[in-house]
């Protein structure tokens, strides 16, 4: 079954504009993590955020997490052409203390225009 | 730095005809998942290994079997092709340790016609 839902499906933006991708999921967590992948391409790891934390930075990535409402956002600031790609978050569900099969969103199709 | 290493990059395969994907995980990494993605779909998670030894399944057909070697690559067998197993396959390597990412490799095109 879906994990994760994401919001908007596609999302298209101008350059220097901020990009904000949503996520839900329905089970308890360990970790929350971000991927980016462009057409047909690998996944690219972006971000990494764990259930005790809420607000995580990276670069121009700002990742928040809410576990009481299941849901985390993904901002994308001052966005460039080149962030164009597909946008997935995954979970990590496992309590076990070591990585786990992540179960991914079904992704946001952000597209960065000049 | 090393990244995974997924062989071969492209497949194309004729239905009911046998595949082997291969993935080289990075180097010190003892944990390696399979992911298949479909056409516009995102990815679902198939089989992992931990040490050599399986550690979870998901979603994956009784015709895929997989395995992780001495030298802790790891081999997707799939046999009786269908026209559906047409997708991406992606190996993850984690280290060891209390890190939880998963490090990509770039995928392997399968085209089953």
């Known amino acids: 079954s879906q994990q994760g839902e994401e919001d908007p499906q596609a999302l298209s933006i101008q350059e220097g504009e901020n990009a904000t991708m949503n996520c839900s999921y329905k089970?308890?967590?360990?970790?929350l993590q971000w991927y980016r992948q462009n057409s047909g391409r690998g996944l690219v790891h972006l971000i990494l955020?764990?259930?005790?934390?809420r607000e995580k930075h990276s670069g121009r990535l700002r990742v928040t997490l809410d576990t009481s409402k299941k849901s985390s956002s993904l901002l994308i600031t001052a966005s460039r052409a080149a962030d164009t790609a597909s946008y997935f978050c995954?979970?990590?569900?496992?309590?076990?203390?070591?990585?786990?099969?992540?179960?991914f969103g079904t992704g946001t199709r952000l597209q960065v225009t000049l | 730095a090393a990244g995974v290493i997924q062989s071969p990059r492209h497949l194309i395969k004729e239905k009911r005809e046998t595949a082997t994907l291969k993935c080289y995980p990075i180097?010190?990494?003892?944990?390696v998942y399979w992911y298949q993605q479909g056409p516009g779909q995102d990815p679902q998670f198939l089989i992992s290994?931990?040490?050599?030894?399986?550690?979870d399944k998901g979603s994956i057909p009784d015709r895929f079997s997989a395995q992780q070697f001495s030298d802790y690559h790891s081999e997707l067998n799939m046999s009786s092709l269908e026209l559906g197993d047409s997708a991406l396959y992606f190996c993850?390597?984690?280290?060891?340790?209390?890190?939880?990412?998963?490090?990509f490799g770039p995928g392997t095109r399968l085209t089953v016609t």
């Open positions: 995954a979970t990590d569900a496992q309590n076990t203390g070591t990585a786990s099969k992540l179960t």
């Open positions: 290994f931990y040490e050599k030894m399986q550690s």
């Open positions: 955020i764990r259930s005790n934390e």
């Open positions: 089970t308890s967590i360990n970790n």
């Open positions: 993850a390597s984690s280290p060891e340790g209390d890190t939880y990412e998963q490090y």
């Open positions: 180097p010190r990494h003892d944990t």
